[in-house]
């Protein structure tokens, strides 16, 4: 069964969050809170925890659409081709915020996303978050976690989501009540953003 860890948004306690990091870096799966919904992630250089995500929310590795969770744009070039002036102003603009950016992907993706020509960035507005991917020193693979529920789409309470996925990570972070709208999807691989998932945050594009 999963530990229940509380780190709270204001001053987030270091001590627990190396403690995620080691889990992370030991390919253990985390579900933590963000300025959006809660999600569930991994490292992002781990492909057997990227595996693990993957079955667990039962899809094909090479086929799934999950977001690169940074701490700010300075990750971008990592994993992204050359954007222009104009794209890197929205992205500064929004960011951090309740965004996913589609944005093409250039040859440095790990292994398991070689065959992608796309990437979904998101820089949440939330301490926890990016927190532990500062500690990690890379960013995290992630996916939001729904609930089966057709009226509350998404779990707001971490009592509840340890109790439903506590024996499928290794870690839940409470954090507190969580939101249960996810973020905005706005497509930039085109010559226009494209709006492709309207969810938290109402950015003119």
């Not at 998101?122 to 500062?134: F, G, K, L, N, T």
Request: hydrophobic share 35%.
């Amino acid at each position: 069964m999963a530990q229940l860890i509380k780190i709270y948004e204001e001053n987030p306690n270091p001590k627990e969050i190396q403690k995620v990091v080691k889990t992370l870096k030991n390919g253990g799966l985390i579900i933590y809170p963000s300025d959006t919904v809660y999600a569930l992630g991994c490292d992002i250089t781990n492909k057997s925890a990227l595996e693990r995500i993957a079955q667990i929310k039962g899809v094909k590795l090479e086929k799934a659409n999950f977001s690169f969770i940074c701490e700010d744009l300075s990750n971008l070039s990592d994993y992204v081709k050359q954007i222009d002036t104009s794209t890197f102003k929205l992205l500064k603009r929004a960011l951090p915020g309740p965004y996913t950016f589609i944005l093409p992907s250039n040859n440095n993706l790990p292994s398991a996303f070689k065959k992608k020509k796309e990437v979904g960035i998101r820089v949440p507005d939330h301490s926890v978050a990016r927190a532990i991917v500062r500690a990690l020193g890379n960013p995290i693979v992630s996916t939001s976690i729904k609930d089966e529920d057709e009226v509350i789409e998404y779990t707001t309470d971490p009592e509840l989501i340890y109790e439903k996925w506590g024996n499928l990570v290794d870690i839940v972070i409470d954090g507190g009540y969580g939101g249960n709208i996810a973020s905005t999807v706005i497509d930039l691989t085109g010559d226009e953003p494209v709006l492709v998932r309207e969810g938290k945050g109402d950015l003119e594009i």
